[in-house]
């Protein structure tokens, strides 16, 4: 048998404005309302409203047979309300169906885990407390920010009491063994963890329309062949990706929509095939093997670590002093400061900084609103020191960081 569980990352920064040095200490408006109003309800007509639309017909075409699972950030919740409540109905919509699964994350799509774990629990047990209030769910599974995993991260969410967590199959913690049966981390034994299928997911997310690819056209017939040989070779099949692969990264023109509404109907016609939820996934399969993960696993790039975000002296630089007055922010009571500086952790403002261009470049460069990540960094450390400004501090940049 092979359970099929489709995960889609929903998500959207809340991205700064050209803040220049020239601001600090004169403006405390820091996010640039026009652009993420324009891109939310660009990404909203090309990819949420249309993929929203083809899932629920497909879960009422198969009579509930056919089962997703998402989690939303806070930051894209935030800006659904803001400038696409329409979206979040659609999403409603969607779980009034009762075969969608909502899971926890960070709230701020944030690194926290790695550098602070009381911020880390505050912003998961604010997210948990928006999944209940919009959906009326209770999660019990957990994705961490990027799909950041370790064994310290698996013992703090067994002790948060959920029951599995996602992560990323990657070979160097994998080795001989196969993505496609659920495991333990050493550290924690009760957790279940569900680990992505990077290359079937990646197959859809990255390489759909690329027509360099040696699998180029990617069919439904061709995909389906590959999923069905999993049969007596695992137990669930773990598609994870960006929501936004639907219709933004992968047009539509690239026949990414057609793919989707069949997919579900081919994979079906093999008996032994089926859709499943994660906490569903958890509750029916026994894990087969411990796994020990002391370095941090990400879903990105090629090194599958965290180097997207903290591989260079300038991604470094802003992270110790975002963090660093985490407890002069806090103290300060000012609601408005410290929801700004909880905007600031999202992961995205460092990824903008990454200097990797090489076998990952041309990703990072689509996804990056700046010229260069360089400039990435200074805006972001003209906020900060703005911020810290307001907390009646010193500038904390007092030279430029090299590259």
């Not at 550290?187 to 390489?207: C, E, Q, V």
């Not at 990056?368 to 010193?394: C, G, H, Q, S």
Request: charged share 25%; glycine share 4%; proline share 4%.
């Amino acid at each position: 048998m092979v359970s099929v569980c489709f995960y889609f990352q929903v998500h959207q920064p809340f991205r700064l404005k050209n803040y220049s040095v020239f601001d600090i200490g004169n403006n405390a408006g820091y996010f640039d309302e026009k652009k993420n109003k324009e891109i939310m309800q660009k990404v909203a007509k090309k990819c949420y409203f249309p993929t929203n639309k083809i899932m629920l017909d497909l879960i009422n075409k198969h009579d509930g047979k056919f089962k997703i699972s998402y989690s939303l950030s806070g930051v894209a919740i935030d800006q659904f309300e803001r400038y696409a409540p329409e979206v979040l109905d659609s999403f409603m919509d969607l779980n009034d169906t009762g075969c969608v699964e909502f899971l926890n994350e960070t709230y701020y799509h944030s690194l926290s885990f790695l550098h602070s774990k009381e911020e880390f629990k505050e912003q998961v047990i604010m997210h948990k407390k928006k999944i209940r209030s919009l959906f009326n769910q209770r999660p019990t599974v957990f994705r961490n920010t990027e799909l950041i995993f370790n064994n310290e991260l698996a013992n703090l969410i067994q002790r948060m009491g959920y029951k599995g967590i996602l992560a990323e199959g990657a070979d160097h913690i994998l080795d001989w063994r196969s993505p496609n049966f659920l495991y333990t981390a050493k550290t924690a034994p009760k957790l279940k963890m569900l680990l992505k299928n990077y290359k079937l997911s990646d197959d859809i997310a990255f390489r759909f329309s690329n027509r360099g690819w040696n699998e180029w056209p990617l069919t439904v017939d061709k995909y389906t062949k590959w999923v069905n040989s999993i049969n007596g070779n695992g137990n669930v099949l773990n598609l994870f990706m960006d929501y936004e692969t639907f219709g933004e990264h992968q047009w539509e023109d690239t026949g990414i929509f057609d793919f989707l509404r069949t997919l579900p109907q081919e994979l079906l016609k093999h008996p032994d095939n089926n859709f499943i939820t994660p906490s569903e996934a958890v509750k029916r399969y026994n894990p087969v093997a411990e796994l020990d993960i002391h370095c941090p696993v990400s879903w990105a790039d090629i090194e599958r670590n965290t180097s997207a975000w903290d591989g260079n002296k300038m991604q470094q630089s802003a992270i110790q002093k975002l963090y660093f007055i985490e407890g002069m922010v806090k103290r300060s009571g000012n609601n408005k400061l410290i929801e700004n500086w909880r905007k600031l952790q999202t992961s995205d403002h460092f990824y903008y900084m990454c200097t990797k261009w090489f076998n990952d470049g041309d990703v990072h460069k689509y996804f990056n609103p700046y010229e260069n990540p360089y400039d990435a960094f200074i805006t972001f450390m003209n906020v900060l020191n703005d911020v810290n400004l307001r907390l009646d501090n010193k500038p904390i940049i007092k030279k430029e960081v090299e590259l």
